[in-house]
Nanobody, 124 residues
Framework: QVQLVESGGGLVQAGSSLRLSCAAS????????MGWFRQAPGKEREFVAA????????YYADSVKDRFTIYRDNAKNTVYLQMNSLKPEDTAVYYC?????????????????WGQGTQVTVSS
């Protein structure tokens, strides 16, 4: 049984930083892709970043490029999302997800398992 558990969300001021964690268990993740998505109230879930577990190639949405960094810790089976220079428009529930085909992409339907989400609120 695959489990993804996010943590690290919170309430911060604009310009601050947060690091989200996604602890993965239940399988060997070395051949998969991991993604971070977010969903604000009244909006569709949108892609934030993704990483190929093997090799570590990364992909970002234009809205977070140069501010957010996705990386993984193989020993801990954990994927992180370092978020710097946060803006009020980054406020959302953030979800991590795993894609068993190993192809990082921006399409939520391509991902196989999701975590429960963690709330990030950025005040102005």
């Amino acid at each position: 049984q695959v489990q993804l558990v996010e943590s690290g969300g919170g309430l911060v001021q604009a310009g601050s930083s947060l690091r989200l964690s996604c602890a993965a268990s239940g399988r060997t993740f070395s051949s998969y892709a991991m993604g971070w998505f977010r969903q604000a109230p009244g909006k569709e879930r949108e892609f934030v970043a993704a990483i190929r577990w093997s090799g570590g190639r990364t992909y970002y949405a234009d809205s977070v490029k140069d501010r957010f960094t996705i990386y993984r810790d193989n020993a801990k089976n954990t994927v992180y999302l370092q978020m710097n220079s946060l803006k009020p428009e980054d406020t959302a529930v953030y979800y991590c997800a795993v894609e068993f085909g190993g192809v990082p992409n921006a399409t939520p339907d391509e991902y196989d398992y999701w975590g429960q989400g963690t709330q990030v609120t950025v005040s102005s």
